[in-house]
């Protein structure tokens, strides 16, 4: 297969210089097409024939959610919206969605990176694959979706939800890999078990991602799925699944470098660590079209190696994630950020802005319960008004949040005050 073949496995020296002509013209077509860029690198006196190789790249400014937010919905585009063949989105903490946008040609870099990660994880066009990532503005469902059809392989796009009919489509089409999140397979084995299905079913494969995972869940999954588990990294802003994956040594995500340049930080100096020192992870894409960005700070925080990997392959490797450097949740896939939940809560008359936010895992599925500190008076004998209030705030917090979370209203001042920065989180999940 193709993809295994080519850049992927060049020395180390080839992909550098392949990374500094690549970032040249990058840099140098942004400088003229964005007018946000251009400002920012004047403002520190930096011109396009500065960048001349990949080493100048910390020449750069760095870029965060935040900037793409103050240019919403198209301000960062490179190309005239006439070029950009799909958008997509993520969540984002005011209601207000990171937006990026595809050329024609991103979504063909996107659709071999996702499937550079197939191959990896050892799918050929003989695999049936059911993807059970979302469908939509979420880059999951589409993303894997292109990577899967690139590949060749049989394509079964059945978004999130709906257990029972999940299994009945592995059964019936004999299903040989899935891509879901790491929380949902989990959740779908059990009903696999429980039905006892586990057998019946022909599954091999499983690309995991969109959200933190352990080591451990990955062996638990195996073992009890009798498959192979795979770990598939990316976020939308700099693409969608795809930016990096593991391969069948599990010893690290490798990165498709020739399409994005990694780089780790520490989060609070901005300076780089040690090559196999954890911090934050930050990339520049060397060919996107639509969205190319400069130094994107993830908020991921891992370490990256480029010792060649067993497998053969040059490309650097990331650890497994070992969390946020902001307060971002995942919960079941979904992104969270507590000031949503509080510009929700501020819609609701009835609530103070006391809150607190308690993430579990039950039963292998997250749960996100909402304590929310209401006035004084709805603790009263008529129980029918509470329990209204309830209703409505859960609504306000799904149609915010996009994920259902479970509330509980508390008496006023009952929830714990803290003299510094409020704590408004306690995520109750263990991360190894
Ligand atoms: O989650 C893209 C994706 C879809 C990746 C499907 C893999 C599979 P966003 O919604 O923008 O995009 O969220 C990106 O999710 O910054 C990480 O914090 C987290 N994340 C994604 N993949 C992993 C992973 C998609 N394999 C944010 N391990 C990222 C840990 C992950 N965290």
Redesign the pocket.
Known sequence: MIWNETKECMSRDELANLQSARLRKMVSRVYHNVEYYRKKMQQIGLEPGDIKDIEDINKLPYTTKQDLRDNYPFGLFAVPRSEIVRIHA?SGTTGKATVVGYTRKDIETWQECVARILVMGGLDHDDIVQIS?GYGL???GL??HYGVENLGATVVPMSTGNTKKQITMMEDFGVTAICCTPSYLMYLTEALEENGMVDKIKLKKAFL?????TENMRREIESRLHISAH???????VM??GVAGDCKFHTGLHIAEDHFYPEIIDPETLEPVKEGETGELVFTTLTKEALPLFRYR???LTSITYEKCECGRTSARISR?KG?SDDML?IRGV?VFPSQVEAALLEVAETTPNYMLVVDRVNNLDTLDVLVEVEERFFSDDIGELERLSKKIAHTLQQALGIQPKVKLVEPKSIERSEGKAKRVIDKRVLD
């Not at 991602?209 to 995972?213: I, L």
């Not at 770990?231 to 802003?237: F, P």
Request: net charge negative; hydrophobic share 30%; charged share 20%.
């Open positions: 993520s990532y979420f880059t999951g993303g894997a991602g969109a959200e933190p995972w770990d598939i990294y990316g976020l939308s802003e969608g699944p993830t908020k991921d994630f946020r995942i992104n």
